[in-house]
């Protein structure tokens, strides 16, 4: 059973940028796709962006050009960068992962999920 820990949510600023991580238990992380989402409160969880084990990427139109997903796999790691924060991104942001290689937007294709990290934008 694969764990994720997710870290990186915090206050800030619009117009400020984060990096948020998501770290793996397991080193077969490194042959999984994973992908971000996040949800607010009475919301489903939306898609964010995905990255598969070859480190192709795809995003939400949402966040394309200001959100960017990259991976470690020395370190089990993959990360969400995210710049040009808005109010409206406020949410907290769950990673997840599947271990198929296909890139997938649905969240019912994700086999393993973090606890989720707060991330609020606030002047």
């Known amino acids: 059973q694969v764990q994720l820990v997710e870290s990186g949510g915090t206050l800030v600023r619009p117009g400020g940028s984060l990096t948020l991580s998501c770290t793996a238990s397991d080193h077969a992380f490194s042959t999984f796709t994973v992908a971000w989402f996040r949800q607010v409160p009475g919301n489903e969880r939306r898609f964010l962006a995905t990255i598969t084990r070859s480190g192709a990427t795809y995003y939400a139109d949402s966040v394309k050009g200001r959100f960017t997903i990259s991976r470690d796999d020395a370190k089990n790691t993959v990360f969400l960068q995210v710049n040009s924060l808005k109010p409206e991104d406020t949410a907290v942001y769950y990673c997840?992962?599947?271990?198929?290689?296909?890139?997938?937007?649905?969240?019912?294709?994700?086999?393993?999920w973090g606890q989720g990290t707060q991330v609020t934008v606030s002047s």
């Open positions: 997840a992962a599947r271990e198929g290689r296909s890139i997938m937007t649905g969240a019912e294709h994700y086999n393993y």
